[in-house]
């Protein structure tokens, strides 16, 4: 079965880069979610997306970003890249916005140097 | 804000044999549904078992199965039988009801246990 896919699934920056993470949820899945782990951390939830609009909002810092776009894929935006963004960031997609099952992609690692 | 509080940072058992992982969690809300999510090293997060609130009835899949108590906020996962495959970190995880007027809310995971099998 199709799952999660996340792109890139390793990327390094510097400090005060931007980057850039993509997420493709599972067809027909119209509801993303971004969850952001650091090391020895429990994820912390950023920010959702039901049918291309915001719908709630967690802890994203404001140098993130994040959009759905009309074919549901969402991007995360990252702005003045410090060495505390270093982390795995998660996607995950559901079925409507309800309490269904979240099913997670297997992240991207991103490293801040 | 719910809070999630997993009080083992680590725990040990004996392949074949039963542990239980606890969980508690502070909410004034009445709906709302509780996880139990596995991270082995690959980092993947998987869900082991879900349950809604508003069902007394503990939900159970395969060797896992948990002992919800409303009234005390605990939220406890048992592993029957354990096997090697079973190690990993466990988050235990909540997030608000539809009618608690949540939308596509994130979750909010505890601190997580490192579950350790001895072969």
């Known amino acids: 079965a199709a799952g999660v896919i996340q792109s890139p699934r390793h990327l390094i920056k510097e400090k005060r880069e931007t980057a850039t993470l993509k997420c493709y949820p599972i067809p027909r899945h119209d509801t993303v979610y971004w969850y952001q782990q650091g090391p020895g951390q429990d994820p912390q939830f950023l920010i959702s997306f039901y049918e291309k609009m915001q719908s709630d909002k967690g802890s994203i810092p404001d140098r993130f970003s994040a959009q759905q776009f009309s074919d549901y894929h969402s991007e995360l935006n990252m702005s003045s890249l410090e060495l505390g963004d270093s982390a795995l960031y998660f996607c995950a997609s559901s079925l409507g916005e309800g309490p269904g099952e979240q099913y997670f992609g297997p992240g991207t690692r991103l490293t801040v140097t | 804000a719910q809070t999630v509080t997993q009080s083992q940072p680590e725990m040990s058992v004996q392949e074949a044999e039963t542990v239980t992982l606890s969980c508690t969690y502070d909410?004034?809300?009445?709906?709302?549904?509780l996880f139990w999510y596995k991270q082995p090293p690959s980092r993947q997060m998987i869900l082991v078992i879900r349950?809604?609130?508003?069902?007394?009835q503990n939900a159970t899949e395969n060797r896992f199965s948990v002992n919800f108590q409303k009234a005390a906020k605990s939220f406890s996962l048992k592993i029957s039988d354990s096997q090697l495959g079973d190690a990993a970190m466990y988050f235990c995880a909540y997030r608000p009801g539809s009618f608690s007027g949540g939308g596509a809310d994130g979750l909010t995971f505890g601190k997580g246990t490192h579950l350790i099998i001895q072969p």
């Open positions: 349950q809604e609130a508003y069902k007394q």
């Open positions: 909410t004034s809300e009445s709906d709302y549904y």
